[in-house]
Each structure stands twice: as structure tokens, then as C-alpha cells.
């Protein structure tokens, strides 16, 4: 809490126009922060799920909507290099860029290819770390095997580097971009005669949430009424509502009502108890988010993926978009 504290007030200064340089000990402690936060999983994560064009695999990590952090990695065939900027409302503060390349010079003079057949196991690599804190003036250290090289800045590559970390934060940008569509469904699939129905927003939610299950948890508490109809029990889902179905059918058999922590009216109305529990006061919807977030974390490395064409929300048929779902590992699966 102290550190989500620190952020905000942090966050809400700058908000206020003030744009005095931090120093590297104030850069600093907002890292720390950030990553204990992030170790804490009191970060929202997005995950990018196309390749970009200049970090490879990117996450974003968010704080009450803001971007905080990204961390990147592209990895090569032999090698990677990974970026990871901290920021605040767009401004960058701090990047640690690396460098771990195979050394293919040094492996054709000892192995000849005309001589020897390829053995990736006695390839060497470098290994550089660039960390670059930007106060006044920029502080640049190259370390190589944990020693510090150099302190000349490199103009050009933290130019590279800082137009890549604008790149990666306008695509994590079209990810929640397509989230935030889902205010936008008007019909939920619920028996289809053929096929999928519902809405190809709904759809296309479960299809980029399955690698963004934060993003959805993160919806939780959206009261946002949408034109989708809720079937047999009246009224319309809400965003919440409907990035909660998404996250059933990305994730199968989630004990609904163990989480809400109301019974399942099986002698009357059933499924109404739902309803009436998350609209009955916005506070049990905060709570069922919170809730279902804990869930989430406390069971994602049990989390299998299972190749079917099970839907769970709806008599549909077909092809499922996913080719699959995730169901919880337990002793007898």
C-alpha cells in the first residue's frame, strides 16, 4: 500500500503541471517501487499479442490506468535483447536496455562451418547493459560483466531506444483500445442455431483476452450499461458483466459463486442471484473484482490450456476462436 501511495501522489504531482527534473534518488525510489508493486501483482498487465516491430514480446504494466512500466524481449534464434522503461503520464524516466548476442565471430574461428557441424552449445555471448536514468544531466552506465565501461552517453541509441518505447506504448494503447469496445456489444451469444452468434466484438474480446486476463479482471467494476439484452432474467449487461463471460469462456469451470460468496438459487430463479448480488450496491462489485483477481493469481501457474471446441457461455457450435481453453489443474486432470 505505501508504495501505491508513493505512485500516486507521485502520478498526481505531475498531473498538476509540475515539471521540475527528478534526481537519480527520486528516479530511484519510483523504481523500487514499480517493482515491488509488480511483485506484489498490484499492476494491471496487457500483453501485446502481435510481435512488435522494434521490442518483440511486449507487456505493459498499468497502475489505476496509467503505464508504469514496460518490459520487453526479443529474442533471436541465438540471443535476445530486452528493454525495460519506466514511466509517468508518457514520460520516461528510466531505461535498462541488454544486449545478449551470440559472439558468431569467436565460434567460426574455433569451428570452422566447413569443419565442424553446428553445436549451439559451445557458443559464447556478450552480455551488455545499458541503464540509462533520465535526470538532469542523463546518467548512462554500459556495464559488461557487471562492470561499468563507460558513462559517455550514446545519443543515438537512447534515441532508438526511447522511439521504440513510444512505439510499444501505442500498441499496448490498440489492446485496450479493443477492450474498451466491449461497451459497445449489443448481443451476447446464448443459443445459436447455427454456428457462433452474439456480437463479433464479444468474440474478438475472447480472443486477444486469452493472453489479457488482467486487462478483463480489470473491468470488473465497470458499470458502463451496454444494448446487450440479458437473457430470461431482464435489464442489460454491464461491461463488468459481459468481461466476466469473456474471462468463463477463456477460462472454464471459474466457481462463480464461491467468489461472489453467495449460494446459487437452485430452488428458485438460479442464475438471479448473480444479478441481484453485483446490482444490488457497487461495493460487490469491487469486492467480486478484488476477489476474483486474488483468484486469478493464487491459480495462474495451475492454469492448463486444453485443445476443444467446449464453448462454456453459450449452446454454440463450430470452431471455437481460441481452438481451446484454459481449465484448472487439479489431481484428477
Not at 432474467?233 to 461472489?260: C, M, Q, R, S
Not at 453485483?278 to 478484488?290: A, D, T, V, Y
Request: charged residues 25%.
Amino acid at each position: 500500500m505505501k508504495n501505491i501511495i508513493y505512485i500516486l501522489l507521485f502520478l498526481t504531482n505531475l498531473t498538476f503541471g509540475q515539471t521540475i527534473k527528478l534526481t537519480e534518488t527520486e528516479i530511484e525510489k519510483y523504481v523500487n517501487s514499480v517493482d515491488k508493486l509488480r511483485a506484489e501483482n498490484k499492476l494491471v498487465k496487457i500483453f501485446y499479442p502481435n510481435m512488435s516491430g522494434c521490442g518483440g514480446g511486449v507487456d505493459g504494466y498499468y497502475l489505476n490506468k496509467n503505464l508504469v512500466l514496460i518490459d520487453a524481449t526479443y529474442n533471436a534464434e541465438l540471443g535476445f535483447s530486452s528493454r525495460t522503461i519506466y514511466i509517468d503520464l508518457d514520460k520516461f524516466l528510466k531505461v535498462i536496455y541488454r544486449e545478449h548476442f551470440a559472439e558468431w565471430g569467436k565460434y567460426e574461428e574455433k569451428y570452422p562451418h566447413d569443419k565442424f557441424e553446428d553445436d549451439p552449445s559451445k557458443m559464447t555471448y556478450t552480455d551488455t547493459v545499458y541503464s540509462i536514468t533520465l535526470t538532469t544531466p542523463t546518467i548512462f552506465h554500459k556495464k559488461a560483466v557487471n562492470k561499468i565501461i563507460s558513462v559517455k552517453l550514446d545519443q543515438s541509441l537512447l534515441d532508438k531506444l526511447l522511439s521504440c518505447g513510444q512505439q510499444m506504448k501505442l500498441e499496448l494503447q490498440e489492446v485496450i483500445n479493443q477492450m474498451d469496445s466491449l461497451k459497445f456489444v449489443k448481443e451476447m451469444p446464448y443459443i445459436c442455431e447455427i454456428g457462433i452468434c452474439g456480437d463479433k466484438l464479444y468474440w474478438d474480446a475472447v480472443s486477444i483476452g486469452r493472453s489479457n486476463i488482467e486487462l478483463l479482471i480489470d473491468q470488473l467494476d465497470d458499470t458502463t450499461s451496454t444494448n446487450a439484452n440479458v437473457v430470461l432474467f431482464g435489464g442489460n449487461y454491464t461491461v463488468a458483466d459481459i468481461a466476466f463471460t469473456v474471462i468463463k469462456e477463456i477460462i472454464h469451470d471459474i466457481p462463480t459463486f464461491e467468489l461472489l460468496g453467495v449460494p446459487f438459487d437452485k430452488d428458485g430463479c438460479g442464475y438471479c442471484s448473480y444479478w441481484q448480488h453485483l446490482n444490488k450496491k457497487f461495493s460487490n462489485r469491487q469486492k467480486f473484482k478484488e476477489v476474483v483477481r486474488n483468484w486469478y493469481h493464487k491459480n495462474k501457474d495451475n492454469l492448463v490450456w486444453v485443445t476443444s471446441n467446449e464453448f462454456e457461455t453459450c449452446d454454440c457450435k463450430g470452431n471455437h476462436p481460441n481452438g481451446g481453453h484454459y481449465e484448472l489443474k487439479t489431481d484428477t486432470k
